[in-house]
């Protein structure tokens, strides 16, 4: 794979000195600025704002903060208070699942072990979190391409056009990619694709980031309005959608960023495959119904109001709507299981259902 994939990840931990260094994904595609994170409180910074973004990432970005929490406690301090750091870590948004799975697991890991013993500990665990959600990535990658290898076997013509929302890529991950993933593997296997990737008003992450990592790639790809992939599907000119997710209840509901859910429902009217690929973090194995009871974030309305953008030089804000009209920002919806063709797992690919979910992860209990 290119260095898409393998040099340039999202997040890494410098050994010599102990910090966690991160891409400000803030200013992708026009700057690549790397941002070290020191404290807790750095790393709170970095989820909230979106200097770090995605299911996946998130969850590793908090491992490290649980590691930087152990860091900065002097020996001797009181034990609630690691306790104290990492809620306010898992506090830091709430629709992502990773973010609540990834602290726990570093917790749990440094647990039983003497005070001289938990800072190695913390870091071998955010580690390992990092290593798994990239391998797992891979796989996803993998068995992702047999569906579009099917496709591109069918078609008369080529290429497989495949419609995404948002970035799912190794930017929301740590490589590779959970949406992506299928599509990196396809190109690399010589499969001719082509991606229609969705703008995803208000912060633009499929106009700025998932074109980015395509454009870096050499894969075919054109950014579209939001409003455009009803309009492609009744023209044919969409063969498969995948998404990726940031939280899904084990009976199948997927909650993605705003606007995933209208893309299901044209998917549907037009017969068009609707996937998610995702890690078998981003299940959440206590929630049955997702529009129910997934929290969807609500940010700061003027995420909606004002736009951003590259001009003469320098990132620019500029104000959309009248100055005195409020906005509203759900960033999150939910797509109810019934409209999800299959989920792509590191462990395969299975329906958007209970049993099926159960069949792959049988190890996990409600
Ligand atoms: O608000 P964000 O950028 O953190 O939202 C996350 C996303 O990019 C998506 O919803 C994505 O499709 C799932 S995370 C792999």
């Not at 908090?62 to 870590?89: F, M």
């Not at 939001?226 to 498969?240: E, K, R, T």
Request: net charge negative.
């Amino acid at each position: 794979m290119q260095d898409a994939q393998q040099s340039l990840r999202p997040i890494w931990l410098d050994d010599a000195n102990g910090e966690v260094n991160v891409i400000d994904q803030r200013s992708l595609p026009h700057e690549l600025v790397v941002l070290e994170l020191q404290t807790v409180d750095d790393t709170i910074y970095a989820i909230q704002e979106m200097v770090v973004r995605g299911a996946p990432l998130i969850g590793i970005t908090a491992a490290y903060g649980v590691y930087l929490a152990v860091k900065n406690t002097p020996a001797g301090t009181d034990a609630d208070h690691l306790t104290t750091e990492c809620d306010r870590i898992k506090a830091a948004r709430p629709t992502a699942v990773n973010l609540q799975w990834a602290v726990e697991r570093v917790l749990a890991a440094i647990h039983a072990q003497p005070d001289e013993q938990r800072l190695e500990a913390a870091r071998q665990a955010a580690g390992a979190i990092a290593e798994e959600e990239a391998e797992n990535c891979r796989l996803i990658g993998r068995h992702g391409l047999r569906l579009i290898e099917a496709i591109s076997q069918r078609k008369d013509s080529a290429p497989v056009n495949i419609l995404t929302h948002c970035n799912a890529g190794w930017l929301a991950t740590i490589a590779y990619g959970t949406a992506t993933a299928p599509i990196y593997t396809a190109y690399d296997q010589g499969v001719d694709v082509h991606v229609w990737v969705d703008e995803t008003r208000p912060l633009n992450q499929g106009a700025r980031l998932t074109a980015w990592e395509l454009g870096r790639h050499g894969i075919s790809h054109a950014v579209i309005t939001d409003n455009a992939g009803g309009h492609l599907m009744q023209h044919g000119m969409v063969d498969l959608v995948i998404v990726g997710t940031d939280r899904t209840t084990y009976t199948g509901d997927v909650a993605n960023k705003i606007g995933t859910y209208l893309k299901a429902l044209a998917a549907r009217d037009n017969d068009v495959p609707f996937y998610v690929a995702l890690p078998s973090s981003t299940f959440d194995w206590r929630m049955r119904d997702g529009v129910k009871e997934i929290p969807i974030e609500e940010r700061d309305p003027d995420e909606i109001r004002y736009i951003q953008g590259h001009s003469e030089g320098a990132l620019r804000s500029v104000l959309v709507p009248p100055a005195s009209s409020p906005a509203a920002n759900y960033a999150f919806d939910v797509t109810p299981a019934r409209l999800v063709t299959g989920f792509i797992t590191e462990r395969g690919i299975c329906a958007a259902t209970e049993d099926a979910v159960r069949a792959l992860f049988p190890e996990k209990k409600a």
